[in-house]
C-alpha cells in the first residue's frame, strides 16, 4: 500500500485508500471479527487497516469459520444421529435438535477463530 498524504490546514492527512482489495462480501462471520477487532484489540485492527490487509485478512477468518461451522454441523447431526429419516418422521424434533447443534457448534467458532488472535 502506497501512502500518500493530501494536506489539511497545517496538517497531512493520509489518504487510507487501498490500491487493490480483495474481491468478496463480509457475512455473519468477517462481520464479527471486524467488530471484535474494533471493539477489543484496537492495535491490531489499526494494524491492518494501515497496512491494507483488514479486507484480506476478514476474508479469511470468514472463510476458515464458514468451513468449521460447516464441518462440526454435518459431525455431530451424524454423531448425534439426525438425519433425513428423522426429518421426515418428526419434523419439530428435528428442527430442534438441528438449532441445538448449529447454536454449539457456533459457539466452538467464535471461541476458536472469531475471538482468537
Not at 487497516?49 to 468451513?67: A, C, D, P, R, V
Not at 429419516?85 to 441445538?100: E, G, I
Request: glycine content about 6%.
Amino acid at each position: 500500500m502506497n501512502l500518500t498524504y493530501e494536506k489539511c490546514g497545517d496538517y497531512l492527512m493520509p489518504n487510507l485508500v487501498p490500491d487493490l482489495e480483495p474481491e468478496g462480501e463480509f457475512r455473519k462471520f468477517g462481520l464479527m471479527r471486524k467488530s471484535y477487532l474494533e471493539n477489543h484489540r484496537r492495535g491490531i485492527y489499526s494494524g491492518l487497516l494501515l497496512s491494507g490487509e483488514l479486507k484480506k485478512h476478514l476474508l479469511m477468518i470468514q472463510e476458515q469459520s464458514e468451513e468449521r461451522f460447516d464441518l462440526l454441523v454435518e459431525q455431530m447431526a451424524k454423531r448425534e444421529g439426525v438425519t433425513e429419516q428423522l426429518k421426515a418422521q418428526d419434523q419439530m424434533l428435528w428442527v430442534r435438535r438441528m438449532n441445538n447443534i448449529r447454536a454449539r457448534a457456533e459457539e466452538i467458532v467464535l471461541n476458536d477463530i472469531i475471538y482468537c488472535l
